[in-house]
Structure formats: C-alpha cells, structure tokens
C-alpha cells in the first residue's frame, strides 16, 4: 500500500453528511488519512465533521475562517491543498464527497505515477457497476490508457511534477469548477493524463448540491440556473 509520506488527500464537504461520511470512512478504512475541506456546511454537518474528527484524527479546514467567498470554494481549496502537497513533497489526491473508494483505489492510482505523468483518475461507476457521470464517454474504453479528454476530480491524482509546473494561484476566480481546465492544462503542458477503466469507485452524483440533479431531470431549469444565475460555471 502506499505511504500516506508519499501522497495528501483532500475531500471538499459541502452538506450531505451521510453521504460523506461513507466517503470518509472508505478512505479510513483503506488505511489512509485525509484532510476535509468544509465549505459552508449547515451547522449540523460542522457538528458531525467535528465528531468524525474527534473519533478518526482527520484535520478538518473549515473553509469560512479563511474566506467570506461564498460556496462553492474549490479554486481556495486547490490553492490551499497544492501548497500544502508541496511541501511535503507529495502527490495530491482529491475524493469527492460522493465517492466511495475500494482499498485497492488510492494506492493503484499511486502505482501509476511516474515521470511525465500528470493527473491519474479512476473511472466512475454507479452501484450497479456501470460506467456513470462524467466518465460516460469511456463507456466503449476496455484498457486503462492515457486520456486526453478531462478528467473529473471524483477520484484523481495530481502528480507532483505536474503541481510543481502549474500554480494553481492562476485559476480563474469567476469560475466554479477546475476539473476541464486543469486536465487540459496538464496536457497542454506534455504531461499524459491516465484513466484507469479497471480501478473502479462508486459515485452518488452531485449527492453534496441536488439542484444540479435538474440537470437530468429538468434540463430547461438547470440551464436557466447556470446561464441566468450564473451558477456552475467551468
């Protein structure tokens, strides 16, 4: 398995606890420790966090004493945790809070790093174990390979040769989302991205934000909202 000195992992929490929660304790459970972003959460998820906190050992960086920015904070969330991986000299791994890793996940991604890679992701599945959001394109993909699609951030690996070559201080602050831009970015700078078909997790999407389920649901009212109120936006 590999060394926690050799990888940071980081999960952004924004409610949905008991989804969360899972997610936490998938980690914990595969022998890993990681750090928890909380961003915003209601008072009840702050109140749980603290408990898993107490209970497990993992830090929690409670994003409103930091910044009056509004959820969501991934852009601070990356800069924080890019920081942090750099001096340690390590990998970053970033779990969203709807995906539930195997033991073998975290530790498999790692195995795949070597110079010139950039980004590692494993492929999302849902509970069923069919390929799912946003991996749907890799549905007819057989082999693990390098990818020059984006990568989401549900489960995935940036190296540290690639945080070493990109600061993440010149993300664009009007944006929401970072997954599309960084994947590319790590492309377009030469490093080769990984999708790995055969690391599966299980991911509940947008378990932590419901009103983008309308996505599925109602498409019309989910444009509206992103294009109008100018939400979501990569």
């Given at each position: 398995?590999?060394?926690d000195?050799?990888?940071h992992i980081?999960?952004p929490?924004?409610d949905s606890?008991e989804?969360?929660?899972?997610?936490?304790r998938?980690?914990?459970?595969?022998?890993?420790t990681?750090?928890v972003?909380d961003?915003?959460?209601s008072?009840?998820t702050?109140?749980?966090?603290k408990?898993l906190?107490d209970e497990t050992?993992i830090?929690i960086?409670?994003?409103?004493?930091?910044?009056?920015?509004?959820?969501?904070?991934y852009?601070w969330?990356l800069?924080?945790?890019?920081r942090?991986?750099?001096?340690?000299?390590?990998?970053?791994v970033?779990?969203?809070s709807?995906?539930?890793v195997r033991?073998?996940t975290?530790?498999?991604m790692?195995?795949?790093v070597c110079p010139?890679?950039?980004m590692?992701?494993?492929v999302?599945?849902d509970?069923e174990?069919n390929v799912?959001?946003?991996?749907e394109?890799?549905?007819h993909?057989?082999q693990?390979?390098?990818c020059k699609?984006?990568?989401s951030?549900?489960?995935?690996?940036?190296?540290?040769?690639?945080?070493r070559a990109?600061?993440?201080?010149r993300?664009?602050?009007?944006k929401?989302?970072?997954?599309?831009?960084?994947s590319?970015?790590?492309?377009q700078?030469g490093f080769?991205?990984?999708?790995?078909l055969?690391n599966p997790?299980?991911?509940m999407?947008?378990?932590?934000?419901p009103?983008?389920q309308?996505?599925?649901?109602?498409?019309?009212?989910?444009y509206w909202?992103k294009?109008i109120?100018?939400?979501?936006?990569?």
């Amino acid at each position: 398995m590999v060394n926690d000195s050799m990888i940071h992992i980081i999960m952004p929490v924004k409610d949905s606890i008991e989804t969360a929660e899972k997610a936490i304790r998938a980690i914990l459970q595969s022998g890993y420790t990681l750090t928890v972003y909380d961003d915003y959460s209601s008072k009840e998820t702050a109140s749980r966090l603290k408990e898993l906190s107490d209970e497990t050992g993992i830090e929690i960086v409670s994003i409103s004493e930091h910044t009056v920015h509004p959820s969501p904070n991934y852009r601070w969330v990356l800069i924080d945790a890019q920081r942090k991986a750099l001096e340690q000299g390590v990998s970053l791994v970033i779990v969203e809070s709807d995906v539930m890793v195997r033991q073998e996940t975290i530790g498999r991604m790692a195995d795949a790093v070597c110079p010139g890679v950039g980004m590692v992701a494993a492929v999302t599945h849902d509970e069923e174990g069919n390929v799912n959001f946003p991996y749907e394109y890799a549905r007819h993909i057989n082999q693990d390979g390098p990818c020059k699609k984006r990568l989401s951030f549900c489960c995935t690996l940036l190296s540290n040769e690639f945080l070493r070559a990109y600061d993440f201080g010149r993300l664009d602050p009007d944006k929401n989302w970072y997954d599309v831009h960084i994947s590319h970015t790590s492309v377009q700078l030469g490093f080769t991205n990984i999708l790995q078909l055969s690391n599966p997790v299980v991911h509940m999407p947008h378990s932590s934000r419901p009103w983008k389920q309308l996505k599925y649901t109602n498409p019309i009212l989910y444009y509206w909202r992103k294009l109008i109120l100018r939400r979501d936006k990569i």
